[in-house]
C-alpha cells in the first residue's frame, strides 16, 4: 500500500530539516520526500495533513507494562496501544514486573509478545536479581538478548558497593543505568515533605532522600567512568547536581516526567490517590527548576513513567494506595501545552527531548526523515484543543490525575513498522 501524507510540516531537528512538502511512503518506506508524481497520488491513499506536523516518532524510556504478572492492570499489548494513541512509536519497559525482567527468558519473552505491533518495545532488565540489591543479575546474557539498559526500578540499587559492581559491567558494555533516586531510609512516606504534608498530617518524603542517591550516583559514575541515568527527578537540588555533574564531563543524564513539571504537593489536599507518586509531588520551587533545567539541557529526555494500577488498589486511604499514574496518552499534550504553548521550550527542543535523546541515550538508531529510510514517525496537531477522557484511553487503566483536563496538543497519527494508527484504528500500510 502507498500513502502521501500532503503538505505536512517535516521537522527533525537532528536532520536541521524543518519544511512543508508532501510524503510519500511504500511498504513502511520513505520512498519521495517532494516531488511526488501525480500518478503517484492518483495510486496511493492521501492524508491531508496541511498544518500537520510530522517528527520523527516518539519514544517513552520509562513506561511499565506490567505483563508478565499483572496482566489485569496491562499487557504489552495494551500498552503498546495507549504508545501509540498517545503518538509514541517505541516505549522501554521497566522491569519490575511479577517475575522481575533478570533473565534472558523473560526479556525473549517480551521482545516475542511485541514483535508484531506498531510500537518498538525495548526491555530494561533488572540490574539485581529480584531487584533486591543483593546479587548482580546475569548481565552479560541479557544484553546478549535484547535488554538496552539496567535498573532496579520502583527502588534504588540498595549499596554503593553493589552499586559499583553494576556500573563496572554495565560499562563493558556502554550501557546505562537508569536509577530511582530515593533513600529507603528516608522515604518511607506517602508525599513531599513540607508546609503541605504538615496540614494533612501524611508521613512524608523530603527532597533530601532523592538528593543524596543522586550525588551518590553520580560520585560513583564519575569514579567508574560509567554512565547514569537519573529517572523521574524530581527535586531542585537533583536538577543543580546534574547540572554540576554535566560541567565536569561526567556520565550523566536525566528525565522528568511531565507530572513533575505540571502538578505539585498542594494537589494531594483532595486526597486523591491518582495525585500519589514515587517520587512525590514536590512544591512550585522545584517546578520551576525542573523547568530551568529542561530549557538549558539539564534534563535531557521527558518520559511517562506510565504505572498503570487497578481502581481497586487505587480507591483506598491514600496512605495505603500505590504510587504512580497512566501517562502514555497525556505526556504529549501536556508537553506542548505547558512547555512548547509558554514559550518554555521550542518544539524542536521538545522533539529532541520526546524523540531524539531517549534513542541516543539507549544507543537505538534515530528515525529520519528521508528517502530511502524506515517509515518511523508522529504526526502531530499543535493547536489541536481536546478534553482528556480516561474511559477512552487504551491502557488497560485509568488512573489519572488529568481526566477532564483541557490540552492544546496532540498525536493524530504515527507510523511504524508497515503500519498506521489513525483515527482510533490501526491500518496495515
Known amino acids: 500500500m502507498k500513502i502521501i501524507l500532503k503538505q505536512v510540516r517535516l521537522l527533525n531537528p537532528e536532520q536541521k530539516l524543518d519544511k512543508k512538502d508532501d510524503l510519500l511512503i511504500e511498504n513502511g518506506v520513505i520512498k519521495k520526500v517532494g516531488g511526488i508524481a501525480e500518478a503517484d497520488f492518483k495510486s496511493s491513499r492521501v492524508f491531508e495533513f496541511e498544518n500537520k506536523i510530522c517528527i520523527p516518532g516518539l519514544f517513552d524510556m520509562h513506561v511499565h507494562l506490567r505483563e508478565p504478572g499483572r496482566e489485569d492492570e496491562e499487557t504489552i499489548e495494551t500498552g503498546s496501544n495507549a504508545a501509540a494513541a498517545g503518538g509514541f512509536t517505541g516505549v522501554a519497559c521497566m522491569p519490575n514486573t511479577n517475575p522481575d525482567i533478570d533473565s534472558a527468558e523473560i526479556v525473549r519473552f517480551i521482545k516475542e509478545k511485541s ?34 539498559a539496567f535498573s532496579d526500578d520502583g527502588t534504588v540499587i540498595k549499596t554503593a558497593a553493589v552499586l559499583r559492581s553494576v556500573m563496572e559491567y554495565s560499562k563493558m558494555f556502554d550501557t546505562p543505568i537508569i536509577e530511582h533516586c530515593e533513600d529507603d531510609s528516608l522515604s518511607d512516606g506517602a508525599m513531599n515533605e513540607g508546609l503541605t504534608s504538615t496540614l494533612l498530617g ?26 547514569i541515568h537519573i529517572a523521574h527527578i524530581s527535586t531542585k537540588g537533583a536538577v543543580d547536581l546534574v547540572r554540576q555533574a554535566k560541567k565536569k564531563g561526567i556520565k550523566v543524564t536525566a528525565e522528568v516526567t511531565p507530572h513533575h513539571f505540571t502538578l505539585t504537593d498542594d494537589n494531594i489536599k483532595s486526597f486523591d490517590t491518582n495525585y500519589k507518586m514515587s ?23 521527558i518520559a511517562s513513567d506510565h504505572a498503570p494500577h487497578s481502581i481497586e488498589e487505587k480507591e483506598m486511604e491514600f496512605i495505603y494506595a500505590p504510587n ?9 499534550g501536556l508537553v506542548l501545552s505547558e512547555l512548547v504553548h509558554k514559550k518554555h521550550l521550542t518544539l524542536e527542543q521538545a522533539v529532541e527531548k520526546l524523540s531524539i535523546n531517549p534513542r541516543k541515550i539507549l544507543k537505538i538508531s534515530t528515525p529520519r526523515i528521508k528517502e530511502g529510510e524506515k517509515a518511523d514517525l508522529t504526526i502531530l496537531d499543535e493547536d489541536s484543543i481536546w478534553t482528556v477522557d480516561i474511559s477512552k484511553f487504551k491502557s488497560k487503566s485509568k488512573n489519572s490525575p488529568f481526566d477532564k483536563r483541557l490540552i492544546t496538543g496532540r498525536s493524530v497519527a504515527v507510523i511504524n513498522n508497515n503500519k498506521m494508527f489513525y483515527e482510533d484504528k490501526f491500518i496495515e500500510i
Not at 501524611?202 to 550525588?215: F, K
Not at 504512580?324 to 497525556?330: A, D, K
Open 202 to 227: 501524611l508521613p512524608a518524603i523530603p527532597n533530601v532522600a532523592e538528593d543524596l542517591i543522586v550525588a551518590r550516583d553520580i560520585m560513583m559514575a564519575e569514579f567508574i567512568g560509567a554512565r
Open 115 to 148: 514483535k508484531n505491533h506498531l510500537v518498538n518495545v525495548y526491555p530494561v532488565a533488572a540490574a539485581t536479581l529480584n531487584r533486591k540489591g543483593e546479587a548482580l543479575s546475569p548481565m552479560f546474557e541479557l544484553v546478549e538478548s535484547g535488554a538496552v
Open 324 to 332: 504512580g499514574i497512566v501517562g502514555l496518552e497525556t505526556t504529549l
Open 279 to 301: 517520587p512525590p509531588l514536590r512544591t512550585r520551587t522545584d517546578i520551576d527548576a525542573i523547568i530551568e533545567g529542561l530549557k538549558d539541557g539539564t534534563i535531557d529526555v
